[in-house]
DNA sequence: CTGAAAGCGCTTACAG
DNA sequence: CTGAAAGCGCTTACAG
């Protein structure tokens, strides 16, 4: 039963509007094709285009794609469009394409490589001309197939260890010292941290200033002080501060990697009878819409994920312009938002 | 400078398959295609497989559909990709789909008309095979435009007034009446409502919701007892708040139309030296994610988006296979979830 | 059960 | 500046 339309009106195609304005279909081509329309006569130029429009022509991008292999059209993959970082990214990122002339097609990658791998394929199939991509782990294989198949990518949010791919991220230490300097500062020494997955590099690396910051400051870092989360998902957040808070009876501050993260740790610590800012501060990172909503207002670090997005397909634009240019690395200073979350302590 | 791949390998064809397994074109497509293989003798018909496989062969979509007019892509247009509530209804949808072979593209269709319209002209262009829209008004031409085009459209979370076209929403009305029993049994006889947008189905029904639930308890209801949202924003249901209290400084509720307006309510509150909910309590509409993380706690309709996102996805795959299935409406049923923003009142 | 052929709607070397 | 022709990779009536 092949599902046919009923009602679809023979649209209208080159050949409609060639034979109309009497002239052979390679010159309408030409015509309707700003980059080409040079080549033709002015006057027959302006005729073809009237005609066009007269008809309702819309070129057929199927088609154009089929012969070019080329799409306009640009993948991006989130590993969760649930989560509210993702949202201004995305955001962001369609608005900069969409005024270059190319559409979006977004999708949600999971957690599951294979579905990734899949998805990409998926993509890759449909002759996207670039993939945005913010799921990547620190040493990813969707990377070298990505590249394998010659096809631009740009990394968004977060970055691999090669130097083979573009991407845009922010400081991801600096953020972190950010965190633990305002916590310093605040008189808190008991510092503890709910880490991201280390196998993504907003994980390590914010872990690793986290570290260094606490180090700058002389405070010594009891090999329980931190915990690492499964996931970037409250969940797994709440999990991991219970776990911290346990190990860390005397913590005064924990700092996490992620804001959804720290939502999780609102919680263990409510759960421990304790109670946030009171008895210890805590610490975000993203600045997530809503992040001023929740109670207490969430202190946190500023990623600036609309410049990020802009960035991301500046830079994917020119990769598609120019596949031979340098590869480029962007990385955006976060500031800190303080907000209600975090106390002085007097100790 | 056309922007060529460098490296692009020369991909497998169905001609490359055919050749190897000694085949026809014709034969070899036949075999690969799950309803068309019964047509092909068994040996046959996996030799060719194995040999496709062996070779690494993918179909080209893009030429199947140049060919057959159809895309396996359904189109996803939601107003506002930063609202939370569409995440899950999103998520939902792309599973059901992706289950039964289609792959989704969601655009941001934005508030704006005419880039709804375009996006709508892209995605036909794209040669969609159907398109969930949670954008509409109640009165939509841009419905008018799909139906012309022949496409399977498939309306979720908003409906529109027509019984033109298949949809998925939850009752809003019952919605608002939950909302409103609730404050009552808590004591208010004062409550207000935000509304949302009345071009908007859920905007109008959830609003009439309200008077019919106020009416049915006999509560008279001032003239200023609603004010309507200019859109589902935090900042426009501040506004709407602060417009609302200062015409009933009596007021001990207020109800609004969705959380995002309920969050603006939140701050117009405060914004006004009183508290939530020990001067005014609020209930929302959706249970968003993270509505459980706002201060304080947001009590709330639940509208069960995962269950609308695969309904909807249903509706579509049955819409697309039978075009001329009979017209579908779904309503599912609300639930109150009661958290901390309301309170008893004692008069 | 299999093959030969047409054609979906474009773009782009190649000629002139 | 314009035309004639080939071809992107598939699917599907039409034959046999």
Wanted: glycine share 6%.
């Amino acid at each position: 039963m092949p599902p046919r339309r009923a009602t679809t009106p023979q649209s209208v195609t080159l050949r409609d509007v060639a034979k109309s304005a009497g002239v052979h279909l390679s010159t309408a081509s030409r015509a309707l094709d700003p980059t080409k329309r040079h080549l033709i006569a002015d006057t027959v130029a302006s005729k073809i285009a009237g005609i066009a429009d007269k008809l309702g022509y819309r070129r057929d991008p199927i088609a154009a794609s089929l012969r070019t292999r080329r799409s306009k059209l640009v993948g991006v993959i989130v590993p969760d469009i649930a989560n509210p970082v993702f949202s201004p990214i995305i955001a962001a990122i369609t608005e900069t394409l969409s005024a270059a002339g190319y559409s979006t097609i977004v999708a949600d990658g999971g957690q599951d490589r294979r579905r990734q791998s899949a998805l990409v394929g998926e993509l890759i199939a449909r002759r996207v001309d670039g993939l945005v991509l913010a799921t990547v782990r620190r040493d990813d294989p969707i990377l070298k197939e990505c590249l394998r198949e010659g096809l631009p990518v740009v990394l968004v949010n977060r970055a691999d260890e090669s130097d083979s791919v573009s991407s845009v991220v922010t400081d991801d230490r600096a953020g972190m010292r950010l965190a633990v300097e305002h916590l310093f500062e605040l008189g808190h020494r008991a510092i503890g941290h709910v880490a991201g997955p280390a196998h993504i590099s907003t994980g390590y690396l914010r872990r690793q200033g986290f570290e260094e910051a606490m180090a700058a400051r002389g405070l010594t870092l009891p090999a329980d002080a931190v915990v690492e989360a499964t996931a970037y998902e409250r969940e797994a957040g709440e999990a991991a501060a219970a776990e911290l808070l346990k190990r860390n009876p005397k913590l005064t501050a924990i700092a996490a990697a992620n804001d959804l993260l720290a939502l999780g740790v609102y919680r263990a610590i409510a759960a421990a009878g304790l109670s946030c800012p009171r008895d210890i501060s805590v610490v975000g990172h993203n600045d997530m819409p809503l992040a001023d909503m929740v109670e207490p207002p969430l202190t946190t670090i500023r990623i600036g994920p609309r410049e990020m997005g802009h960035d991301a397909a500046r830079l994917m634009i020119a990769r598609i312009q120019e596949p031979e240019a340098a590869v480029k690395k962007v990385v955006l200073s976060p500031s800190l938002v303080v907000r209600a979350s975090t106390a002085r302590h007097e100790s």
